[in-house]
């Protein structure tokens, strides 16, 4: 796909507003760095990832060395 150079004024405006689809990953982004504790922020792209994506179920796990599995295990969705 090739870019088309932009005119005088244009990508200014209304067209920066976000468009309706992105809202929501927008919203997210934004709403990560809202906490600064680590778990609290882990737990925050885990619920934020499955809501996106529309999945029942979403999970992030995280290693630690000398651990068999993950060392903590961030949970969104599920029965």
């Known amino acids: ?8 004024g244009e990508g ?10 992105m809202q929501p990953i ?3 982004v ?3 760095g809202t ?5 609290a922020t882990l737990q925050h792209i885990v619920d934020s990832a499955a809501r ?3 999945a029942g179920l979403g999970t992030l796990g995280v290693d630690a060395p000398g651990h068999a599995g993950p060392a903590e ?3 969104a969705g599920g029965p």
């Open 12 to 21: 200014e405006g209304e067209d920066d507003a976000p468009r309706p689809s």
């Open 73 to 75: 295990l961030f949970v």
């Open 1 to 8: 796909m090739t870019e088309m150079p932009m005119g005088e």
């Open 30 to 32: 934004l709403s990560v």
């Open 52 to 54: 996106l994506t529309g």
């Open 26 to 28: 927008l919203e997210a």
């Open 35 to 39: 906490d600064l504790e680590l778990q």
